[in-house]
């Protein structure tokens, strides 16, 4: 089964900052405030105010005293000019202020011209810096999102470094490069580890795998990159998949438990048989087993009369007419990221009981392998035990159901998950296998595997087994075959 991958669209989240110049007071305003404040002690000299574009990000240069004064009298002096800007705007042209009409003229033109506000006077104690949280005296400070900075801590929180440039952006209230926000959290390709682009509209547009997460450009769809045939992960530039031929792929995770040849599927296919004999399951028919290419078993698909399958590939069958099909007698070589010298030998197959053989693609992991004989062989017990005309969906739906059975003992074997499963009038219950240690890869393919058949959207395969599961949950195994023999139906 091939799952769906899922698309996204994101915004690259980026703030953008930037510090402009202030217009300069003029010369005439300067003289007027210097009579405001005659006699104050405190000399007024002519500097540049910050202008706010936008309010995103604000260099401030505070009044500075030229004498030596005390903090105290410094704060005084920021608390008068704003409290006298903000009397004097409020103010009409009184008759006792004729002698500085024309002043009142030109300042109010010039704080028109440059839409220049009055910066909000906070007290020192309230300007604390977001990097050293310390407080701000006087000099030079940044403000952004209401947070503020000493201009020598507004450092990059990815290298360090100070920002110098007219734009940067923020997460939260960490100010970083654009370059350096972008390779930590622009995502990248896992195929070809490059930033993934954005499409016309802006947005950030990537594929991933719905179980493994694989993010990667939806032009590699196209590009022919190869897909793992087992956990349909895409081959990454870094490194190289293994051709099986046929157009199949095999990641080098899934080719170390992989099984190649019929030898060497022996084994597993009786620790299978053995598994359903502790259902109180028993097969008592020799049901020979081939692993074969897949030429083959699309041939045998075809001289197959009857039988439901899995498009848009086949992985197994359960045989019931007489033919001739070409099993893989030996394990083939691996070289130059390919299988080489494939010896198969033609096996003539007659039918001696109800099912013929059982034909299993080459090439698959172990747990992936095991599921598809699994849910063969249960093919196979319902022919051999009379079960007959069953719909797609009730035939597929059951035979899916032994297979995640299956899968589940295998990587989860401590918990009693098959017991639930067993017939209540069964004489002997489910003895644990004696499986070797897998690895943490292995585990995960199982899960996988298990997603694969939960997640199937097909009619017969996906809704069928999870009507079959909702149905043994609740009765058991036992009764939802009884009710299956009877009715054909699965049990409400």
Not at 65 to 90: F, H, T, W, Y
Not at 95 to 102: I, L, R, S, T, V
Not at 315 to 321: A, K, M, P, T
Not at 390 to 398: D, H, Q
Request: aromatic fraction near 8%; include cysteine.
């Amino acid at each position: 089964m091939a799952s769906s991958n899922s698309s996204y669209l994101s915004r690259p989240p980026q703030f953008q900052g930037h510090t402009t110049p202030c217009a300069e007071r003029r010369s005439c305003f300067m003289r007027w405030l210097s009579k405001l404040f005659k006699g104050s002690g405190f000399r007024v000299s002519n500097g540049r105010h910050p202008h706010v574009m936008g309010g995103e990000n604000l260099l401030h240069r505070p009044v500075k005293p030229v004498d030596d004064q005390s903090k105290a009298e410094n704060e005084d002096l920021d608390r008068a000019i704003a409290l006298s800007l903000a009397e004097d705007a409020k103010k009409p042209n009184a008759a006792g202020h004729k002698g500085h009409e024309n002043v009142d003229t030109r300042v109010k033109d010039s704080l028109s011209m440059t839409s220049y506000q009055p910066v909000k006077f906070l007290p020192r104690g309230q300007r604390i810096c977001g990097a050293c949280h310390c407080e701000i005296g006087y000099g030079q400070y940044l403000s952004c999102m209401e947070t503020f900075w000493h201009p020598q801590c507004f450092r990059c929180c990815a290298c360090h470094q100070l920002i110098c440039e007219s734009e940067f952006s923020l997460s939260g209230i960490n100010p970083y490069h654009k370059s350096c926000y972008k390779e930590l959290h622009h995502p990248k390709c896992d195929v070809c580890h490059e930033f993934i682009p954005v499409n016309r509209a802006g947005l950030i547009e990537y594929r991933a795998h719905p179980f493994w997460g694989q993010k990667y450009c939806p032009t590699h769809e196209h590009d022919r990159t190869p897909r793992c045939c087992s956990c349909e992960r895409m081959e990454s530039r870094s490194t190289r998949y293994i051709s099986l031929g046929e157009g199949r792929s095999l990641c080098l995770e899934c080719l170390d438990s992989a099984i190649m040849d019929t030898g060497d599927c022996q084994p597993l296919y009786h620790s299978i048989r053995d598994y359903y004999e502790g259902m109180n399951m028993r097969i008592d028919q020799q049901i020979p087993m081939l692993l074969v290419e897949r030429q083959a078993l699309n041939e045998a698909i075809e001289g197959e009369k009857e039988g439901h399958h899995h498009m848009p590939e086949t992985r197994g069958l359960c045989l019931s007419e007489e033919q001739t099909v070409s099993s893989i007698l030996k394990r083939p070589k691996i070289g130059g990221n390919k299988v080489k010298d494939m010896q198969t030998y033609p096996q003539k197959l007659t039918r001696k009981c109800e099912v013929t053989a059982i034909l299993v693609l080459y090439g698959l992991p172990r747990l992936l392998t095991g599921s598809i004989l699994a849910h063969e062989l249960m093919h196979g017990w319902l022919r051999l035990k009379g079960y007959r005309n069953l719909s797609p969906v009730v035939e597929e739906g059951i035979c899916q159901v032994l297979s995640h059975m299956w899968l589940e003992s295998e990587i989860m074997p401590s918990m009693p998950s098959t017991s639930s499963y067993a017939s209540s009038s069964s004489s002997s219950s489910m003895q644990p296998s004696k499986k070797g240690a897998k690895s943490e890869m292995e585990k995960n393919l199982g899960r996988f595997f298990m997603h694969q058949i939960a997640h199937d959207t097909s009619s017969a395969y996906g809704g069928g087994f999870r009507a079959a599961n909702v149905a043994v949950t609740k009765y058991g195994l036992r009764r939802t075959l009884d009710h299956i023999r009877y009715t054909g139906r699965f049990p409400e």
